[in-house]
């Protein structure tokens, strides 16, 4: 718990105490002015509220958008520009390939077919 927490926390506890105890002193007959009181408590208890959600979003850090880059190294040559369709022939560049649960998959843009691109084995 940080340091500035723990003050707005401590702080709270106080301002509870105090107005817990202006609520019950409202309450009773020796007061000359009962309403001034249960007005002063309530106050101080919603400070007290006000400082304990204060402590709870301070010190926490806004939702930060990661960005993931995976790069592929394949063994051998490859030439992306020469690549065509298993199905229909129909030429396709880098934009038709996705990464989809660390495979290359292929969706061509033509037929809508769409596979697994395998590396043939070199021996």
Known sequence: MSAGRLIVYLAAAVLLFFGVIFVLGAFSPNTSSQIGTLVVGLV????????????????KKTAEETTIVQKIDLS?????????CRSCGGKLSSDN?????????????YCGASYQLAEAPKW
Do not use: H, Y
């Open 44 to 59: 101080l208890l919603a400070a007290c509220f006000g400082l304990v959600w204060f402590g709870g979003r301070l010190g």
């Open 97 to 109: 390939i996705k990464m989809v649960a660390g495979a290359p998959v292929v969706n061509c843009p």
């Open 76 to 84: 051998g040559d490859v030439k992306l520009e020469s690549m065509t």
